[in-house]
């Protein structure tokens, strides 16, 4: 079973995708201090599993909230981290968001695929679904583009989209062809910046 965190948005999703195609789901809003575990714990009480039933996480990679990428990713790494405690394997993967919404194009098409950005931007890249239905092919970087005025905001993810970008990190693997390094996908400097230390005082006459 592979548990799905995505926590790059103003949104939480937590999946629960089965072999059998099955996938579960629960998304709303984040807020400060929410828990993508409490969350994964709930989807498996309610189908009676539990961790130990889960053989991969596939995590989020961003773009999109600096905190929020951060929150999913730690998630992931202490639920592999537990495991390893355990003496259990848990393999840990990432997919990019907009590697997520590129399964929404029809075989053999190609487009634009973008999200929000902040700062009056969107983050945009072009992608390519295989005739075939394989797996998105990314056609170029991802780069910022400015929001057009009045643009809604962008719905959460849809749980099959996010389900199909996670099972397709998981067959490529942590190291595999294609595979995504579960690390941030961070296109831009974040906004806060490293405080500077003061100057010393200037100092008096001796």
Do not use: K, N
Request: glycine share 10%.
């Amino acid at each position: 079973m592979i548990a799905v965190i995505d926590t790059s948005s103003r949104m939480l999703s937590c999946l629960l995708a089965e072999q059998d195609g099955t996938v579960h789901a629960v998304s709303q809003r984040l807020a400060r201090g929410q828990a993508a575990l409490a969350d994964l714990l709930g989807l498996l009480a309610g189908i009676e599993r539990s961790l130990d039933d889960v053989t991969t996480v596939a995590a989020c990679t961003g773009p999109g909230s600096f905190t929020g990428i951060r929150v999913g990713l730690a998630t992931a790494y202490g639920m592999q981290r537990a495991a390893a405690g355990s003496r259990r394997d848990l393999v840990v993967v990432g997919f990019t968001q907009l590697a997520a919404r590129a399964w929404q194009l029809e075989p053999g098409t190609s487009a634009e695929v973008s999200c929000d950005a902040q700062r009056r931007e969107r983050y945009r890249q072009q992608w390519m679904r295989p005739a075939d239905g394989g797996p998105p092919v990314p056609l170029d970087a991802i780069s910022t583009i400015p929001r057009p005025a009045g643009h809604p905001e962008d719905p959460p993810l849809d749980p099959a989209w996010l389900a199909s970008a996670a099972i397709a990190a998981a067959a490529a693997g942590p190291a595999g062809e294609g595979a995504m390094l579960p690390v941030a996908t961070y296109v831009r400097a974040p906004d806060a910046t490293p405080s500077r230390p003061a100057a010393p005082a200037p100092r008096g006459p001796t």
